[in-house]
């Protein structure tokens, strides 16, 4: 009797949770959990095991053999989703450092396209050729106009003569002496006869540490006689080796001449500005610094 009342008991507290198959598996269980201890507590009230031996007693967990999973299957499930997540997560972050990585591959080709474009005149196109077949500022950051005719219109003097120039001690090297030579020409404000000393020394010690110095200066000579479309030909031609000593300079003195000229161009000698820092981070300093500084406020570059 007691049996029958039990299993009676058992499938009405059953029928309706299987009735309801369509709930989730986890639901389905914990109510069906529910019902079975509803169905001890009426069995057993008060849990009287003194009248008689309940028929339902608490289950104890059997030995795990060697060799079998500890966890079942959904909490495999799980572990497994974990993993899983965290991979996802590494990927992740791997796939945002290789983005960063390409936007600074991005930037410092933005960079080279910008000097070379700077380089090759894209930006204002090639010079329209003059008398001659010469490109007039060919490879300049801006269409250089040929120099106007006359007598003495962008005359340079011819080479000076030995006794011309202020003497020089001999250093034992011919370049230096010839662009000291230069120098002292330049700083008489002997300007046509400094250029053309300078330019010699240049042609003829091309290899020379102070070749770079002399065309840069030869370039500042023409700058500081008003002379300043032969200015910007010459001091870019001296940007043109990366590796001279006053490349760097030339690039500041260039922007000095694209805003002297007539009309002025403030835009080209920002982007010389932009250049020389995008090129040269580590060189501006000290002097340089301070007339980058004040070359770019008298041009008001951002």
Same mark, same amino acid.
């Given at each position: 009797?007691k049996t029958a009342i039990i299993a009676?008991?058992?499938?009405?507290?059953?029928?309706?949770?299987?009735?309801?198959?369509?709930?989730?598996?986890?639901?389905?269980?914990?109510?069906?959990?529910?019902?079975?201890?509803?169905?001890?507590?009426?069995?057993?009230?008060?849990?009287?095991?003194?009248?008689?031996?309940?028929?339902?007693?608490?289950?104890?967990?059997?030995?795990?053999?060697?060799?079998?999973?500890?966890?079942?299957?959904?909490?495999?499930?799980?572990?497994?989703?974990?993993? /899983?997540?965290?991979?996802?997560?590494?990927? $992740?972050?791997?796939?945002?450092?290789?983005?960063?990585?390409?936007?600074?591959?991005?930037?410092?080709?933005?960079?080279?396209?910008?000097?070379?474009?700077?380089?090759?005149?894209?930006?204002?196109?090639?010079?329209?050729?003059?008398?001659?077949?010469?490109?007039?500022?060919?490879?300049?950051?801006?269409?250089?106009?040929?120099?106007?005719?006359?007598?003495?219109?962008?005359?340079?003097?011819?080479?000076? $003569?030995?006794?011309?120039?202020?003497?020089? $001690?001999?250093?034992?090297?011919?370049?230096k002496d010839a662009y000291l030579a230069?120098?002292?020409?330049?700083?008489?404000?002997?300007?046509?006869?400094?250029?053309?000393?300078?330019?010699?020394?240049?042609?003829? !010690?091309?290899?020379?540490?102070?070749?770079?110095?002399?065309?840069?200066?030869?370039?500042?000579?023409?700058?500081?006689?008003?002379? !300043?479309?032969?200015?910007?030909?010459?001091?870019?031609?001296?940007?043109?080796?990366?590796?001279?000593?006053?490349?760097?300079?030339?690039?500041?003195?260039?922007?000095?001449?694209?805003?002297?000229? +007539?009309?002025?161009?403030?835009?080209?000698?920002?982007?010389? !500005?932009?250049?020389? /820092?995008?090129?040269?981070?580590?060189?501006?300093?000290?002097? /340089?610094?301070?007339?980058?500084?004040?070359?770019?406020?008298?041009?008001?570059? +951002?």
């Amino acid at each position: 009797m007691k049996t029958a009342i039990i299993a009676l008991l058992l499938l009405s507290a059953a029928a309706p949770a299987l009735a309801q198959q369509d709930l989730p598996i986890e639901g389905r269980v914990g109510k069906l959990e529910k019902e079975m201890k509803a169905v001890q507590r009426k069995v057993f009230p008060g849990g009287a095991q003194q009248f008689f031996e309940p028929e339902i007693k608490p289950q104890v967990a059997p030995a795990v053999a060697a060799g079998v999973p500890a966890d079942t299957p959904v909490a495999d499930l799980s572990r497994r989703v974990d993993a /899983l997540e965290k991979a996802l997560a590494a990927m $992740t972050g791997q796939v945002e450092q290789n983005s960063f990585n390409l936007r600074k591959l991005e930037d410092q080709f933005a960079k080279m396209k910008g000097d070379a474009e700077f380089r090759l005149n894209v930006l204002e196109g090639k010079a329209a050729p003059v008398a001659g077949g010469a490109p007039a500022g060919a490879n300049l950051p801006y269409v250089v106009p040929p120099a106007p005719k006359g007598p003495t219109a962008g005359t340079v003097a011819a080479a000076p $003569t030995p006794g011309s120039a202020a003497a020089v $001690t001999p250093s034992g090297d011919p370049g230096k002496d010839a662009y000291l030579a230069g120098y002292a020409l330049w700083e008489q404000k002997k300007y046509p006869e400094a250029v053309a000393a300078l330019k010699a020394m240049a042609a003829k !010690y091309p290899k020379n540490k102070y070749a770079s110095y002399a065309r840069n200066l030869a370039g500042r000579a023409y700058l500081d006689n008003g002379q !300043y479309n032969e200015a910007i030909r010459e001091l870019f031609d001296n940007t043109k080796d990366e590796a001279g000593e006053r490349a760097p300079h030339s690039y500041v003195y260039m922007a000095q001449a694209l805003m002297k000229r +007539k009309p002025p161009l403030p835009d080209k000698a920002c982007q010389a !500005y932009e250049v020389l /820092l995008a090129k040269y981070p580590d060189k501006v300093t000290g002097g /340089l610094a301070d007339l980058v500084t004040r070359g770019k406020a008298d041009a008001k570059c +951002k």
